[in-house]
């Protein structure tokens, strides 16, 4: 996806560990979202950003932090991970508040 | 809440035939809308958008169509191919330009 990488692709984890899941964009937008996917139900909103130190909750945020302490990296940790988490995890750009949305590849995450 | 919606989760289509995959949103001061494909396997791809001062709006292959009175939002592929088989999400924008996702409908093209 032009200009947004997510990192790493899958990956497989323990429950209890911690996991920081990685998106970098090369396009200098402001506006950063991580969704979960999960069947049944859609795409769902963790966290977002809307600058540097600017991060809010969004509807399924327990569980997840987040941190983007430069304008192209939006990291989200998962603090102690739950098999309930077990998920795709996408990353998405926005140019600003009249666009839509850029997404990355996604991440498998399988905590076990 | 705010919520989009679709009317049917699964559509199959025969190759070369046109689709319509419909979206019911909620919220009627949204004023943009975008079409979403996800393929197996991938991210969503921006289809086509529309925003509200409009009713059409065609692209390649695609027309989205958007009726403000019903709140009703639907999405024609024409000349269905099977490259066209994924999942397809509304997505309503909403204050703050914040989109809220439909559940997706998955089409399924014959050959």
């Known amino acids: 996806d032009a200009g947004i990488t997510q990192s790493p692709r899958h990956k497989v984890t323990e429950t209890g560990t911690p996991v920081t899941l990685r998106c970098h964009q090369t396009?200098?937008?402001?506006?950063m979202y991580w969704y979960r996917q999960d069947p049944g139900h859609g795409l769902r909103l963790i966290h977002y950003s809307y600058g540097v130190k600017d991060t809010d909750k969004g509807e399924v945020s327990d569980g997840y932090s987040v941190s983007r302490s430069k304008t192209e990296d939006f990291l989200l940790t998962l603090e102690s991970a739950t098999s309930s988490q077990t998920s795709v995890y996408f990353c998405?750009?926005?140019?600003?508040?009249?666009?839509?949305?850029?997404f990355g590849s996604g991440t498998r995450l399988t905590v076990v | 809440g705010e919520s989009v919606g679709l009317h049917l989760p699964t559509l199959s289509v025969q190759e070369g035939d046109n689709s319509i995959i419909n979206c019911a949103y909620s919220?009627?001061?949204?004023?943009?809308f975008i079409w979403y494909k996800q393929e197996s396997g991938k991210g969503p791809q921006f289809i086509i958008d529309?925003?509200?001062?409009?009713d059409k709006r065609q692209g390649q292959r695609v027309t989205v169509l958007l009726n403000k009175t019903v709140k009703h939002l639907s999405l024609q592929i024409a000349a269905t191919q099977p490259g066209d088989s994924a999942v397809y999400f509304c997505?309503?924008?909403?204050?703050?330009?914040?989109?809220?996702f439909g559940q997706g409908t998955e089409l399924s093209v014959k050959p």
């Open positions: 997505a309503e924008m909403v204050q703050g330009g914040k989109l809220i």
């Open positions: 919220n009627s001061a949204s004023d943009y």
């Open positions: 396009e200098n937008h402001r506006y």
């Open positions: 529309i925003r509200s001062n409009m």
């Open positions: 998405a750009i926005q140019k600003d508040s009249t666009y839509g949305y850029t």
